[in-house]
């Protein structure tokens, strides 16, 4: 991931609700896990690995986040311990296991989050951030981001 995806997901962090933090780990699973597969075909085996540890991570997360008051918790803590044991198994055999069958599963409850993202009108789970407005600058046609806060002195932690 470069400099800009770091940036551009370090804004949709600090401003996204809970449902939209479930959101973005599931695209950062998404995104490791295509990266480790791209890493397996050019046989460079420790960095597919590296990048499946990291999509065992965002699993875990994924898991820690489960609420089990919830009926549909169990059946998402199923799932995600079935994507779970194929990328152990994938770290340990060193090569893709179910592939296509992981991201078929994921990319599903990737979607249905989404949706439940949109509907989703709480508040950010981040407080006291600065506010990010985007808009064209005058004459250079690029996206510039402005921070723009009323109370600066709020930010930060509180003694």
Do not use: W
Not at 58 to 73: A, G, P, T, V
Not at 98 to 116: P, R
Not at 127 to 156: D, H, P, W
């Amino acid at each position: 991931m470069d400099s800009e995806q770091k940036k551009d997901y370090t804004m949709r962090i600090s401003q996204a609700n809970r449902s939209e933090l479930v959101v973005i780990v599931y695209e950062l699973f998404m995104y490791s896990l295509d990266t480790s597969e791209e890493y397996f075909k050019k046989d460079n085996i420790d960095e597919a690995v590296r990048y499946l540890k990291k999509s065992q991570e965002c699993i875990c997360e994924l898991r820690k986040s489960l609420d089990f008051k919830y009926d549909i918790s169990r059946n998402l803590e199923e799932l995600y311990g079935y994507v779970h044991r194929q990328i152990v198994s994938s770290i340990t055999r060193r090569e893709p296991v179910n592939y296509d069958e992981i991201k078929k599963v994921m990319g599903s409850l990737k979607e249905a989050f989404t949706k439940v993202a949109e509907q989703d009108n709480s508040a950010p789970v981040m407080q006291n951030t600065q506010q990010i407005y985007a808009g064209l600058t005058y004459g250079k046609g690029k996206l510039n981001e402005v921070f723009m806060n009323n109370n600066e002195t709020s930010r930060g932690f509180m003694a």
